[in-house]
């Protein structure tokens, strides 16, 4: 089995930045795609962030230009660095990766207990 652990969530101004990590852990034979979403109240979760190994990650309209995400392979973390937050971006943001466990042939979603951001001044 496996284990995703988000950190870094929290309190911020308007403008400020935050940067969010989380670590895949257990008895991980591969992960393809890491990513991260997010679901404010009253919302359906989105996808904020992706990135699968090797190619080129993809984000929303909405944070295309401000957050970044990144990962390190060797860690099997993922990062996601979010710069000129704005209030709208207040939401729990969840951690997923697809990843195959040793012993199995079969790539499974794992998702984090996710974390929360707030955008407020």
């Known amino acids: 089995q496996a284990q995703l652990v988000e950190s870094g969530g929290g309190l911020v101004q308007p403008g400020g930045s935050l940067r969010l990590s989380c670590a895949a852990s257990?008895?991980?034979?591969?992960?393809?795609?890491m990513g991260w979403y997010r679901q404010a109240p009253g919302k359906q979760r989105e996808l904020v962030a992706a990135?699968?190994?090797?190619?080129?990650?993809n984000y929303a309209d909405s944070v295309k230009g401000r957050f970044t995400i990144s990962r390190d392979n060797a860690k099997n973390t993922v990062y996601l660095q979010m710069n000129s937050l704005k209030p709208e971006d207040t939401a729990v943001y969840y951690c997923?990766?697809?990843?195959?466990?040793?012993?199995?042939?079969?790539?499974?979603?794992?998702w984090g207990q996710g974390t929360q951001v707030t955008v407020s001044s």
């Open positions: 257990g008895s991980i034979s591969d992960i393809n795609t």
């Open positions: 990135t699968r190994g090797g190619g080129m990650p």
């Open positions: 997923k990766a697809d990843l195959r466990v040793r012993g199995s042939w079969v790539y499974t979603d794992y």
